[in-house]
């Protein structure tokens, strides 16, 4: 990170001076004026935004609590250890990025003064338009983000180990950056930062990490919308479930459990997606996109496409251009 912003973000908060000061206890109004310890977003954001940042609160324990809105950490410098719904241990270090959905209970052991996280505080609609500029829908994509907008979903936490991609760690900084010096046009180019960053992220989901319950189910979910996104055109449930040393019909019911889908639905999904975005932005006839994305038969593909997008793909393809 930057040297001069990361000095930014060391300075001593009010709070935390009056903690080193002998203050014992986290300030709870400061965050809500509920009863239950749940931080409010409409406390922590100015009105009529959508996200912002501030840093974490160091050198005491941060008591369990909710959100209201989904929380993006990341590690500037240094490490924090967050328990996670009371029994799930998750240890940030630096570089590392944590998000949490509105499900999530969350605390924190104290930080020292070189332990530096950024706390981003966003409200679940800022995702919606971070989104539309990303013509080619990912089921690793969806999933990701279905799980943090979604309580008691497949997961209430999503923890990446990037540190060393380079792409993911500018993004963030950039987003930094911009709240901290609070440049113009600043939600039009944070919405298109964060999809480019969840763009990112569905390019990584084996540098996900997780130590709790849930662990085994994520990693086998995510090993199967990886070989959707990978094996579209002809991949099979049988591959599949031989790839994972798994039974055909135990593989069938755990991917209907995960998702709400079946493979086969999966798997179309993922054809029809590409399929539009072919159609949107190149000039491959309509015949050459049918076989590109695994079909072979031209009467079938136009009765699901009409289905899933209530128009011919030709129709479909003149609106696209018509809008961009």
Partial sequence: MQEELLL???????????????????????????????????????????????????FIHFPKHGHDYIEMIYMCSGKTTHIVNGTETVVLDKGDLLFLNQAAVHEIYPAQEADIAVNFIVLPEFFDKAFEMIPEESVIRDFLVGALRQGGGAADYIYFKVADILPVQNLIENMIWSLVHRQGNIRNINQTTMGLLMLQLANYTERIQSTGPRQYENNMMFTVLRYIEGHYREGTLTELAELMNQSIPGLSRFIKRQSGMNFQQLLQQKRLNQAGFLLATTNLTVEDIILAVGYDNTSYFHKIFRERHGQTPKRYREERRKNN
Avoid: N, P, W
Avoid at 20 to 48: P, W
């Fill in 8 to 58: 930014q973000l060391k300075q001593i908060s009010a709070e935390e001076q009056a903690i080193l000061d002998g203050k014992k206890q986290v300030e709870k109004s400061i965050y809500t004026r509920r009863r239950e310890f749940v931080i409010d977003a409409k406390q922590m954001l100015d009105k009529g935004k959508l996200m912002d940042i501030r840093t974490h609160t160091r």
